[in-house]
């Protein structure tokens, strides 16, 4: 079975460059994005199977691509997890009506994130672990 892609989308080249060590580390392909304007682009070319998603982005924040993705057919099928240093009161609300599954606060703990990773992709990659789905 091909190891599932996830697309990250977020300015901050360190939480990046983290991110992609823990995604490799645990068997997943990444994409990434720096902005609004290319994280729809991306999602289009690489078609990902998860996108952790920054609300504040330069070219169209989180929001804006949250609605885009939600309004293309193709794209409204790929779970999203917001991962933000966004007020959480403000946001969370907001970022799960807009169509994402879950909400992490930044920094995010390393085990929470990679079981909200395995927990939202299941049961699409049977090879993932799941344990409790949390919203936080």
Do not use: C
Request: a neutral charge; glycine letters at 6%; aromatic letters at 4%.
């Amino acid at each position: 079975m091909d190891k599932a892609k996830i697309l990250i989308v977020d300015d901050d080249a360190d939480l990046r460059r983290g991110l992609n060590l823990r995604l490799r580390a645990s068997h997943f392909d990444t994409a990434y994005a720096t902005d609004g304007f290319s994280a729809i682009a991306m999602a289009q070319k690489e078609r990902p199977d998860l996108i952790i998603l920054d609300i504040g982005l330069p070219a169209g924040d989180g929001f804006i691509v949250l609605d885009r993705l939600q309004q293309n057919a193709t794209l409204s099928v790929i779970p999203v997890i917001v991962l933000t240093a966004r007020d959480p009161q403000h946001n969370r609300e907001r970022a799960l009506k807009a169509g994402a599954r879950a909400f992490l606060q930044k920094p995010a703990d390393n085990n929470e994130l990679m079981d909200m990773i395995r927990t939202t992709l299941h049961p699409a990659w049977p090879g993932t672990t799941v344990s409790a789905q949390s919203d936080r």
